[in-house]
């Protein structure tokens, strides 16, 4: 009797023993293969982006009017607003744009990564290196696989993943757990710093330029550690925020009624066609001059910064839409 019940308990110890080393042993080859591939991808886009800057370097531009197949000469598919509930979005505009025109599932669902690459590539002019990397970061970021899956935009808000705290166009997810519609308040702040060379098209009217945009992120980082009781901060993200901020002046020339339009309505404004002409379009290595010099820019002290900043969020767009506290106080 005693040997047959210890016979099969020690079976289950061997099972398990073996079990456990099985398991063990597949999960370091799995981590060891996922390590790998990571550093083979980054090495893979930096060298493939290195060589695109040079031959971009040395090939013509792409004539105005035929930059992107994507909305051909400013020509955008219709644009219609998501409908409130049912419809997915997220808190990066361009995205939400391109899903407001239909070049995206419209209901923002079911969208495959690979969806993302084409789509932003031949919107925005976007390098394939770009376009590969952040949707595939994306799908990392969200433990699915880049070549088979698909996502939903509002996905993409996983706190302190891609999205943070301290945006230029949403409030802090510790106010708003609704990051895919944009904050009017802070758009217009940021759109009132405008202090460049105005554009041909509108005259009169300052552009926003790279130092606007290190003053606003300075503001909203400082504004963000005092109001939320939650900020949370790295260098990481801050690149990001700079990343994002550095395609207002590059794919929109900073042009501040385009980006109204972009930022508040997420809408491509009529006739609109992105700055960026490269042949292979916008690499990294171009791209990061511009990130590097905001977020060189951005001054974020807090005790040196909160004197300036108290009362300007409190500012409020007047009829006319001009916000009232413009600049520091
Ligand atoms: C698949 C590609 C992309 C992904 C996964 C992505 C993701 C994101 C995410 C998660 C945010 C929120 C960051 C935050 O919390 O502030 C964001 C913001 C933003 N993104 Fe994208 N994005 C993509 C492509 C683009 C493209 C092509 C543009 C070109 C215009 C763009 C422009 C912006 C801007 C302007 C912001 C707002 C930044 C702010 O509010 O501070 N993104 N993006």
């Keep these: 009797m005693s040997s047959m019940s210890s016979w099969p308990v020690r079976t289950r110890a061997a099972d398990s023993a073996s079990f456990l080393i099985l398991n063990a042993s597949t999960r370091i080859v799995r981590a060891v293969y996922s390590n790998v591939s990571t550093v083979l991808t980054y090495g893979f886009i930096f060298v493939w982006d290195a060589g695109l800057a040079l031959l971009n370097l040395v090939l013509p531009n792409k004539r105005p009017g035929n930059v992107v197949p994507l909305g051909k000469g400013g020509i955008w598919p219709t644009y219609q607003p998501p409908r409130a509930k049912s419809d997915s979005r997220c808190s990066c505009p361009a995205l939400n744009a391109l899903a407001n025109h239909g070049l995206l599932p419209r209901d923002g669902r079911q969208i495959p990564f690979k969806q993302l690459t084409a789509v932003i590539r031949h919107s925005f002019n976007f390098g394939p290196t770009f376009c590969f990397f952040v949707p595939w970061f994306a799908a990392n970021m969200l433990g699915r696989s880049y070549w088979t899956d698909t996502l939903d935009l509002s996905d993409l808000d996983v706190h302190n993943g891609i999205e943070h ?28 710093h405008a202090s460049g060379a105005p554009d041909p098209r509108f005259p009169g009217v300052p552009t926003l330029t790279t130092s606007d945009i290190s003053e606003v992120l300075g503001k909203r980082r400082v504004e963000s550690r005092a109001k939320n009781g939650q900020y949370s901060t790295s260098t990481f993200h801050n690149m990001f925020a700079s990343s994002n901020a550095a395609t207002l002046p590059i794919m929109f020339g900073g042009i501040v009624p385009d980006l109204r339009t972009f930022l508040l309505e997420e809408r491509f404004p009529p006739g609109w066609e992105t700055k960026c002409r490269r042949r292979f379009g916008l690499t990294f290595t171009e791209f990061n001059k511009t990130v590097l010099k905001i977020e060189m820019g951005v001054h974020e002290d807090h005790d040196e910064m909160r004197g300036k900043t108290d009362g300007w969020t409190d500012g409020k767009a007047d009829d006319s839409g001009v916000f009232v506290d413009k600049k520091d106080k």
């Design 165 to 192: 705290d301290a945006s230029l166009t949403r409030d802090d997810t510790y106010h708003s757990l609704d990051q895919g519609r944009p904050t009017e308040h802070h758009i217009e702040l940021l759109l009132a």
